[in-house]
């Protein structure tokens, strides 16, 4: 981590009694930033702004939340960039004050290593055991209860595969463990609808808009894996990914995900990702 | 809060980079406290160690528990002690690191005022609209993830009900928000499995341990709540609660529930809720 700035104030601590940590009554984003820059900025204030309003929260002015941005990662030329806003108010008992403040923790971090050669090659993916719990009053937003992430990621620790795929318990995909997923199938993207659960990346709702006519959201049965011609997954960090495999299912990596991975590159003078 | 311990140290924070706070990647207890004696501290501490074991961590040994608890709660006759243990390790990524150290972190809080009158009186409760997510792989361990209770308890702000009675997607009652629930009938008493969803509270294994001829797990639908003779809540800090309506259907306190008080109280010297 380089700097972090709580409440706009350089530090790296909070109180004990934060009800991020003793409730996760929260919520998060993760962004890219180039020179100062926040990638797709807009998107991600937007889905900031729906889940506090699902939860409850003020949202703090975007303009607070850009310059704190913007202070956490200057001199970096891409960094990271994780918001983190969490309940204002008293630890025990949980219930929130009405139309409660948040406790604001903008931290950058380092831009990962090797995000353009997994671009390139692609990753293998496993179906994880965990599945995930339907919650239509959490669907869609990136909340702090990360528990179930954190527990599907143990599956695939020491396994050949980089990442998991994540189904619901009525055995729907759902995505994969930190990122969207994307099925082509006879030159069309299916994309699983996430009214249920999962989070809705910035990145999916960017190649949606871009991509709305070929692009269809949807239940999609685990059975559907096997048949796409291509898979991709997507987030804002690591943007456009091949997989390769899930499980036994070998994947060659395709017109179409090279087609979008070449779209979001346009126009942009950085990351391959972007 | 009076004091608090972070790894055995006096302080009131943490970092920014604990994975509780990012990830609600963690478990926490709360135990009742009177003169340096945590009230049912095995039965805490094996619920704990469930959970360590269920989410891969390693559990602090019992003995610095114990003492950090006695630490903060010294020169208090009665305190409210919470226990929060969260993975240690990095932020960024959801990837646990096998068999995680624990962050801990102990405080010590006030009893809270009125819990004997409660007992006495009762409280009326509401249903909630939300519904519990079904999660087999949390359910009955006391984790982090607790923006559902949050948000139900958010429902019963500024009604006439003290409690809420959340139900899982299928229309089973799991738990009031804050404590478990038992259910009176025809000198029975039924408390709903918690496999799928809950958390199992340690007066409700308590009362199992002591009733367990007259008591049965089981699912219980929203109907049944109707149908009971007496209905109760339960958990460490509170005790035993009767409920006198859930919505408009009002209670009787009845004997069985009393009789649980009394039994409760016997062979020992203080609060009501012991």
Excluded at 3 to 24: D, H, Q
Excluded at 127 to 134: K, Q
Aim: glycine share 8%.
């Amino acid at each position: 981590m380089f700097e972090c700035l709580v409440n706009g104030e350089i530090s790296t601590f909070v109180t004990t009694t934060n009800r991020g940590l003793n409730y996760a009554d929260g919520l998060f984003e993760t962004l890219l930033v180039h020179n100062g820059r926040p990638r797709r900025w807009q998107a991600h204030m937007d889905r900031l702004g729906a889940g506090c309003e699902r939860i409850g929260l003020v949202m703090p002015p975007q303009v607070v939340l850009l310059r704190e941005v913007q202070t956490v990662s200057a001199g970096l030329v891409d960094s990271v960039v994780k918001i983190v806003l969490t309940r204002d108010g008293q630890s025990r008992g949980y219930m929130p004050v009405e139309n409660s403040n948040c406790v604001r923790i903008v931290s950058a971090h380092i831009y990962p290593d090797g995000v353009t050669e997994l671009a390139r090659v692609g990753v293998r993916a496993r179906i994880c055991e965990l599945r995930l719990a339907i919650q239509p009053a959490l669907g869609g937003i990136k909340h702090l209860n990360r528990l179930e992430q954190v527990l599907a990621s143990a599956e695939i620790r020491e396994t050949d595969a980089a990442e998991g795929i994540l189904l619901d318990r009525e055995n729907h995909v759902v995505s994969a463990i930190s990122a969207n997923i994307f099925l082509v199938m006879e030159n069309r993207l299916l994309t699983p609808r996430l009214d249920l659960c999962g989070v809705r990346g910035v990145l999916r709702g960017h190649i949606l808009a871009g991509f709305g006519q070929r692009c269809e959201q949807r239940r999609i049965l685990v059975d559907m894996l096997l048949e796409a011609d291509e898979v991709f997954i997507c987030n804002s960090v690591r943007g456009i990914v091949p997989l390769t495999a899930i499980d036994d299912r070998e994947y060659k990596i395709g017109p179409v995900t090279r087609e979008l991975q070449t779209w979001l590159l346009e126009g942009t003078s950085a990351p391959s990702t972007w």
